[in-house]
């Protein structure tokens, strides 16, 4: 008989979604409706920003606001090695050339010393990133970057409803982009939002992401380029949905991390993720622990597999993927820490509604793996 596998991710649709998608593909307003301008406000109300605009994607949100800090060919941008390959093709398609500093060993992002160690003359912004969910130095970084006259984005794509010193990420006054792929803890299939604390640059997102149109949707008046970015009514619909139940899901996914945390305590050869400290509370967007150096990874993920357990390579360092090292000649030795941490992190099955039977069956995988 062959068993059951345990999948890596899954999203979490409840009726309530299925309605709220309904309503919408029975209005007639599958674009530029109001579903749009509703999400915005909900969402921005409950990462504590002022102003979001809603758009096709995480990356199209980080793109548009590399566009608006002006990157322009040879600027140098650093951004952490430590992240989806998003966080710096966001600049790298504006004409910037990736800088990478190191990451720290326990959070994994970016460390602000080597941060401000990279620093040249040609430095015009820097991209962090709040990796798997747990918030980056911010007030660190932008000390740093106005120190040295930088901008300052904020790559929360995995980040929505993480807390940095007592508040949400989204409400620090940094522009930052959250992403709703299916594995986040929203989804709106595809999609992302951007959130700004102002207004000027709210009104270029909502400009640029609807091919410069003017903001109000003036018809066809363009006073400037721009990119089709635009999510549908659809999808802002089901993410209205998400977001009502967002702090469940929230809950129900520190619940099976928690699990995981007890599971893991019984076995030898992995790291748990970091905990929470009293500036840092990570919104659980996955679950990745590190095996310990010299434990042959793929061949786990291997024995994993065969007792039909999904687990990845999570996330493998930017600046060695195959393209980095063709265009800009990085090869290993450029970011050490965040080499030997992604030579070694793996992702375990992880949604909110994954069950507890299901963790023990994961964690017996990954124990005989280990063993
Ligand atoms: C850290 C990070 N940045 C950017 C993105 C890009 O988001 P999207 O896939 O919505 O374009 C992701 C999504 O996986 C991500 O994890």
Redesign the pocket.
Known sequence: MKTRTVPLSRPYIDERDEELVLEVLRSGRLSLGPSIEQFEELLAERVGAPYAAAVS????G?HMLCHIAGVGEGDEVITSPV??V??ANCFILEGGRPVFADVDPETLNLDPEAVEAAITERTKGIVA?D?FGYPCELDELRAIAERHGLWLID?S??ALGAEYKGAPIGSHGISG?F???PN?QLTTG???IVTTHSEEEWHLLKSLRNQGRSYDSRWFHHPRLGFNYRLTDFQAALGIGQLEKLDRLLAMRSAVAARYGELLSAVDGVEPPLADDADHVRSWFVYVVKVARGIDRDAVLERMAEQGVEAGHYVPAVHLQPYMRERYGFAEGVCPVAEDACDRTLALPFFPHLEAEDQERVVAALRDALA
């Open positions: 994607s995480g990356t199209a980080l992240s989806f998003a966080t990133v990796m790559d794509c995995e982009a992403g709703f792929y986040k595809e999609g992302g």
